[in-house]
């Protein structure tokens, strides 16, 4: 007897190329509303992309993905041509402008080196700011001379929230370093590019 798949199986399976229909070479900006089923796919890019750091603090699951409210600012670009998505970026409107919260890519070196320069030349744009650590940081603040948020109180506006202001870390590039509990935990970070403060 030949198996037939109900509506929410064909749905489930779809993906960005099939849903989104990505432009190959082109940032595509998208309503993440209107495809919950692309969780999976994401969560799968996503998972790659923090892989090396234990994962993303916020999003353990593909039930995370679209989980925080506050995320409402998506972004994907097919790479390689295969139509699906080949890395995601994300982040919130605020009235600060555009905060990236994170990203999502297939491991590529040509994804990774993408996502870099995508966001060295949006954070030397006003209204675009990110909050990083590591190696990423370092890339954006020497490779991209992306600004520092060097004022206590500055960043503290701007994100809402009170942080163990540190300055000058050792051993990393930039004065605006801070520690805050994200996901549970204490990360220490540094707040980059030209927030509308």
Do not use: C
Not at 3 to 27: A, D, N
Not at 133 to 160: C, F, H, M, Q, W
Not at 177 to 196: A, C, E, F, N, T
């Amino acid at each position: 007897m030949k198996h037939i798949k109900v509506f929410e199986q064909f749905i489930s399976e779809k993906s960005s190329g099939e849903l989104i229909k990505p432009k190959r070479g082109r940032i595509t900006k998208f309503n993440h509303k209107k495809y919950p089923e692309l969780s999976g796919e994401f969560f799968d890019l996503i998972s790659t992309a923090y892989a090396a750091i234990g994962g993303h603090a916020k999003i353990k699951s593909p039930d995370d993905v679209f989980g925080d409210p506050d995320w409402n600012y998506w972004e994907g670009l097919d790479i390689h041509g295969n139509e699906d998505f080949d890395m995601i970026m994300f982040g919130k409107k605020t009235k600060f402008g555009v905060k990236y919260s994170g990203v999502g890519h297939d491991g590529s070196s040509q994804a990774k080196r993408e996502y870099i320069a995508a966001r060295g030349r949006d954070l030397n744009k006003l209204g675009f700011y990110i909050e990083v650590s590591g190696r990423i940081a370092e890339i954006l603040l020497d490779s991209y001379n992306v600004p520092v948020v060097s004022d206590e109180s500055t960043v503290e506006k701007v994100l809402g929230k009170k942080v163990d202001w540190i300055g000058l870390k050792q051993g990393s590039p930039g004065n605006g370093w801070y520690s805050r509990k994200l996901g549970g935990q204490m990360h220490d970070k540094i707040l980059l590019g030209r927030p509308k403060a």
